[in-house]
C-alpha cells in the first residue's frame, strides 16, 4: 500500500505562488501515474494535473500556463507548482498515485488565497 503525504498549504494573497509536494512511500514510485485533484469549498473534487510515470503531462484548462506538475523519482516526490493563484484555486489539493486497477490517496493540503 502507497501512502501519500502532501505539503506546502498555506496561506497566499492572489497572484501569488506556491509549490505542493507529495511524498510517496514506495520503491516503485516510478512506476507509477501521480496526480493532483483540488476540491473548493462546496464543490467536487476536480482534476488538476497528471504525471505519467515517463514524464508526460497532462492539465486541466483553467491550470494550463499557471500551474506545473513535476516528479523527482529519486525522493519519490511529486510536485505541484503554482502561479497566479486565484480565489477560484482555493481549497484542499489531493495527490493521487495510481497503477493499473490500484490508487491511493493523500489527506490533502489546504490552499487558502485571500488578500
Known amino acids: 500500500q502507497v501512502q501519500l503525504v502532501e505539503s506546502g498549504g498555506g496561506l497566499v494573497q492572489p497572484g501569488g505562488s506556491l509549490r505542493l509536494s507529495c511524498a510517496a512511500s514506495?520503491?516503485?514510485?516510478?512506476?507509477?501515474?501521480m496526480s493532483w485533484y483540488r476540491q473548493p469549498p462546496g464543490k467536487e473534487r476536480e482534476l488538476v494535473a497528471i504525471i505519467g510515470p515517463s514524464g508526460s503531462t497532462n492539465y486541466a484548462d483553467s491550470m494550463k500556463g499557471r500551474f506545473t506538475i513535476s516528479r523527482d523519482n529519486a525522493k519519490n516526490t511529486v510536485y505541484l507548482h503554482m502561479n497566479s493563484l486565484e480565489s477560484d484555486d482555493a481549497g484542499v489539493y489531493y495527490c493521487?498515485?495510481?497503477?493499473?486497477?490500484?490508487?491511493?490517496w493523500g489527506r490533502g493540503t489546504q490552499v487558502t488565497v485571500s488578500s
Open positions: 514506495t520503491f516503485t514510485f516510478r512506476s507509477y501515474a
Open positions: 493521487k498515485a495510481k497503477l493499473g486497477l490500484y490508487e491511493s
